[in-house]
């Protein structure tokens, strides 16, 4: 089938790198050098410089297997450090939404943009205004591909990315373009297309990306989903992805984390838990939504062999649904007792708040003010105002514990500097 033409144009916005590049934002000397970003409890490599692939170094490897690698290359290892990256991309998508009328945020360091109605000629020229404005304003380098679908801009920015001599922007509007990058494009790396399909689909003697956008549509429903389908359309320049400016309510709400030791202690467990649970019912108001069904668990560690292990979930309904942080660590801990067995050694708990629905959309109680129009949902506003306000958390339930032994190793965090007035970078002039 042939290329359609299309009235609709999308820019994909990509952030390079951008755990890396964050740290490199207030650290100069890190330029050029290998950065490596290490997941919670500093386990494994989630995120690496151009540097760092460049080396071979992969993704998911535990740092520990790479210690003498890493001193050997002079690879600079980060914690994680999620309030600065979050900072980040709130600052780059707040300038990107000022770029355009819609937008929509893919994830932490993607969106998506309308293009509707503008000149093929400016396409690129706009491309390369995204990238430098948010360059100069923030320090992060970007990404951009341009095309009529959001499919086929996935596939723009991928060669934007990997491709040196298009300085980063990559506008793919012509039929003779589109085809010359999709023969060379690897089936898995097009979005929605897995290993596990690109496999299925080379063993059906598609090879490429272009082949498969001239599979019959009937073989490709019947043997794949229609999902895949879809993608397919999307390849061929038929929109059919439109931009999600609202997201959708999300189905559940979590936290869990690994221990940054072992415990063993009923009170530690306790207080994990409900700083779990705390941290949960803030992003669940931070969305208007109440939750109508809590679930907690607790697991040993599944790889020391030595040791019995042994996880457990319990969950029970709320009646009515609540957002109250109070009545929801009550709840957790509840659950918590049923399944805590004293003498073994956990390393992961969490909780997970499900059958979440809107707040103006709250049942009404005969005999009980509902959470909307409660006292306790204005004590939930002043203490997410003030904590965000201040970047703090100085506004906390005992519940969670003071000295927070449990807490996730963080051995190589840089500083939270666009949070934290006692971090600030400090500059010797």
Known sequence: MSFMPSDKMFALVDCNNFYASCERVFNPALKNRPVVVLSNNDGCIVARSQEAKDLGMAMATPIFKCWDFVKQHDVRVFSSNYVLYGDISNRVMSLLSRMTPHIEVYSID??????????????????????????????????????????????ANYFAKHQKDKGGVLCLTRKEDIEHYLCRLPLEKVWGIARRKAAFLQRNNIQDVLQLTRAPDRWIKKYLTVMTLRTVWELRGISCIPLEEVSAHKKGIG??????????????????????????????????LLAGYIQVFIATDVFKEERPYYQNTSGMCLDPPSADTARLIKSALCLFQGIFRRGLIYKRAGIMLMDLSPQDCEQGDLFERIYQHSARRRLMDVMDRYNARTNSGKLFWAAEGLGKPWSMRQAYTSGRYTTRWEELLKIKI
């Open 110 to 155: 993607e969106a998506f943009l309308s293009c509707d109605g503008m000149a093929a000629g400016a396409l690129a020229d706009y491309g390369r205004q995204i990238q430098q404005r948010i360059k100069r304003a923030t320090g992060i380098p970007v990404s951009v591909g341009i095309a009529a679908t959001k499919t086929l801009a996935k596939v």
């Open 255 to 288: 936290t869990s984390r690994s221990f940054g030791r072992d415990v063993t202690k009923f009170s530690e467990m306790q207080e994990a838990l409900a700083a779990y649970t705390a941290r949960a019912a803030v992003k669940l108001r931070a969305q208007a």
